[in-house]
């Protein structure tokens, strides 16, 4: 019912930027908080930033001043800017969005597939 499509990941040298975007569609009747996870390989999933619908926002202490969540209400669209990028950064990035769905009242957690971030000389 609802698909969040990510992109913007890829291969960067350290202290270099790339920006994240992720794209929801479906029968969306509203979308709450949204929010960027990460995955690196052998650890857990861990939260990176996330933003309510009116803007309000929170981030990973180890990304704080060097990443910037934002977000297009009306393109149901979130986006991570990550500059001064370090090698600890490396992983997959997962994007969610806590919708409410049109025809429910019930609000449902949906992810994207994650996008391969690398930063690495």
């Known amino acids: 019912q609802v698909q969040l499509v990510e992109s913007g990941g890829g291969l960067v040298q350290p202290g270099g930027s790339l920006r994240l975007s992720c794209a929801a569609s479906g029968s969306i009747f509203s979308i709450n908080a949204m929010g960027w996870y990460r995955q690196a390989p052998g650890k857990e999933r861990e939260l990176v930033a996330a933003?309510?619908?009116?803007?309000?926002?929170n981030y990973a202490i180890s990304v704080k001043g060097r990443f910037t969540i934002s977000r297009d209400n009306a393109k149901n669209t979130v986006y991570l800017q990550m500059n001064s990028l370090k090698p600890e950064d490396t992983a997959v990035y997962y994007c969610?969005?806590?919708?409410?769905?049109?025809?429910?009242?019930?609000?449902?957690?949906?992810w994207g597939q994650g996008t391969q971030v690398t930063v690495s000389s």
């Open positions: 933003i309510t619908s009116g803007g309000n926002t």
């Open positions: 969610d969005a806590h919708t409410v769905v049109a025809g429910s009242i019930n609000e449902y957690d949906y």
